[in-house]
């Protein structure tokens, strides 16, 4: 293992110390690690240099990897020392089409590899095991529910990322969503000499939109659809054959998720019978789950990071929209946590364009190791308590061989 540090169990100031000393170590590393990733944006499934990188990374420094793990290229997971406290570190490392990192996963999947490095140092002193588990396509195609069903976090007692944003926030609220796509297939003909043998499937689309349109008007706060039409006809003088489009539903939890969905999907059916065409409606990928943060955890996360110096504003009203993510799911199987680490966005928001830069600016240099701080001393935290596992509700530590 690289430069192993015996602190003391019972000195959790040495640890604190060594855990500092080792994230100021690879400092410049893991900086240069999330500029690399930020430079060579790849969207969902093909995220292929970037997980090699970070792989590479963690190999280098001792830790085990296994890569295309549950079914998924540009998965992996990496783990060092063999203490019976099992922890994650979840990297993400997936763009946006079109706009890069504008969602600033660079800085997840750096601040996650810091954390790794540095408990790896100290994991025997803490008596921990520490996995980064490598998650592909949190933006579009849920890596995590993958890893999940392929039982990859089976022996994980508790799962730890921080994502950026123009805030921190220890416990951000997120929706459940279900993303879906739509088409409709209609009948092609010549729109000027032969309209009556013709069956518009863009016509399907626009009253399935206008039904949305309407619908919206009578929808609780927290209950949202929007969607891109992808296909719509190549000419204007030839009848649209097919029309398709990608949409997705959010709700404040994944329970109200599915009588929206029913909703949804009247509004699509609508379209078809309107215009005659046929209707094809296909989930992309299961649902994403709203976070359930851990409260103890987001204590202990909180706690680290103030003593960072960051910042967390309570006074901000928390509405019931939001983002969604995969880490959802996670934190409906085991404890988890998703705090949002705070940018110098100077106005922007992640998913604009102007949010890429940010992600590779100053701020997000601080953030990688600032995150990777306060995610290694929630753990230190979390490994120093009297019992651990009755913190996280888990009856007992789970068996370290399943890793």
Known sequence: MDHVIDAGRNDPDSVADAIRQQVN??????????????????????????????????HSSGFTVSGAVAGMDTAFVATAGDGPLHIALC??????PGIGHACGHNVIAASSVGAALAL????????????????????YGGGKIRLLDAGIFDPIHAALMVHPSPYDDPAPRTTALSAFGVSYQGVAAHAGAFPERGVNAQDAMTVAQVALGLMRQQLPEGRQVHGIVTSGGDA???IP???AGRFMARSATLDELGSLRLRVDDCFQAGAIASG????????????????????????????????????????PRSRTGPSTDMGNVSHRLPAI???????????VPHHP?????????????AVLDGALALSGTVIRLAALPDPYAFLGNQAPRNISQS
Do not use: K, M
């Open 277 to 316: 065409a046929q209707l094809d409606l296909r989930d992309e990928f299961p649902p994403y789950a709203e976070l359930r943060h851990h409260a103890g955890l987001t204590t202990l996360y909180r706690d680290s990071a103030t003593a960072l110096g960051r910042r967390f504003d309570d006074s901000v």
């Open 236 to 238: 204007p003088n030839i």
């Open 91 to 96: 990297a993400e490392y997936d763009a946006l």
């Open 354 to 366: 102007d949010f890429t830069a940010v992600a590779a600016g100053p701020s997000a240099d601080s």
């Open 120 to 139: 790896a140092a100290v994991a025997d002193t803490i008596g921990a095991t520490v996995t980064v588990i490598g998650c592909p396509a949190e933006e």
């Open 241 to 243: 054959a097919l029309a």
């Open 25 to 58: 170590r690879h400092a410049d590393a893991l900086i240069g690690l999330s500029h690399r990733i930020h430079d060579h944006p790849e969207t969902a499934f093909e995220e292929h240099r970037a997980s090699s990188w970070l792989a590479d990374v963690l």
């Open 338 to 348: 998703h705090p949002l680490i705070g940018l110098d966005a100077r106005g922007a």
